[in-house]
C-alpha cells in the first residue's frame, strides 16, 4: 500500500497574492507605495520597479560604476604595461 501525501492549503491563492501586488517596499525604510511610484514617499529615496521580494528595486549606482570602471582601466593599463611592454 502505498500512500502519498498531499499538500492541502490555501498554496495557490498564496502565489496568486504575490502575484498581484499592488504596492511594493521602499528598499531603505520599507514605506509602502504604490507599484508605478518612482520616488519613495517617505525617505525620498529614488526606487526602481518592484522586484520578486515585493521591494523596489534600488537606484542604480552611478558612483559605484565610475568607480570600478576607473579601477577596471587602472588594471587594464597595467596589464598592458606589465606583460606588452
Ligand atoms: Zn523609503
Redesign the pocket.
Known amino acids: 500500500m502505498a500512500s502519498k501525501k498531499t499538500s492541502k492549503g490555501t498554496g495557490a491563492s498564496d502565489t496568486a497574492q504575490k502575484l498581484l501586488r499592488s504596492y511594493k517596499q521602499?528598499p531603505?525604510?520599507?514605506?509602502r507605495m504604490p507599484l508605478n511610484a518612482k520616488i519613495?514617499p517617505?525617505?525620498?529615496?529614488k526606487v526602481g520597479p518592484v522586484q520578486a521580494d515585493g521591494k523596489a528595486k534600488k537606484p542604480v549606482d552611478w558612483k559605484g560604476y565610475l568607480i570600478s570602471a576607473i579601477l577596471f582601466g587602472i588594471l587594464f593599463y597595467f596589464v598592458k604595461w606589465a606583460f606588452f611592454e
Not at 517617505?42 to 529615496?45: A, F, N
Open positions: 521602499c531603505d525604510c520599507l514605506a519613495c517617505d525617505c525620498g529615496l
